[in-house]
């Protein structure tokens, strides 16, 4: 049975940082790409960043416009886990944050080209 985990989420400043985690089971995690994406409230789900993994080559990561220069996405294979660390919060990152995974070599951008998802992690990020 395949799941996605997602933690980490919370209230938070404006300006402050958070981490988010995303623990995997149910699937070969080195064989899929892993991807942020979250939704606010009355709005669509964004993609927010996205990494790839070829074994015995260097992971290759897309972020979108909002989250260049913020935030991080990482991942531990071992772990079977993927990463997001968020710096420099503002109030429109507000949001359920969702991991996802598709089984491919490539980062993904678009929603539906993931095929496993998470349940969600809240962040609010306050004034």
């Known amino acids: 049975q395949v799941q996605l985990v997602e933690s980490g989420g919370g209230l938070v400043q404006a300006g402050g940082s958070l981490r988010l985690s995303c623990v995997a089971s149910?699937?070969?995690?080195?064989?899929?790409?892993m991807g942020w994406f979250r939704q606010a409230p009355g709005k669509e789900r964004e993609f927010v960043a996205s990494?790839?993994?070829?074994?015995?080559?260097?992971?290759?990561?897309v972020y979108s416009d909002s989250a260049k220069g913020r935030f991080t996405i990482s991942r531990n294979n071992d772990m079977k886990s993927v990463y997001l660390q968020m710096t420099s919060l503002k109030l429109e990152d507000t949001g359920r944050y969702y991991c996802?995974?598709?089984?491919?070599?490539?980062?993904?951008?678009?929603?539906?080209?993931?095929?496993?998802w998470g349940q969600g992690t809240q962040v609010t990020v306050a004034s």
């Open positions: 996802a995974a598709d089984r491919t070599y490539y980062p993904r951008t678009v929603v539906w080209e993931y095929e496993y």
């Open positions: 990494i790839s993994y070829i074994e015995d080559m260097e992971e290759s990561t």
């Open positions: 149910g699937f070969t995690f080195g064989q899929y790409t």
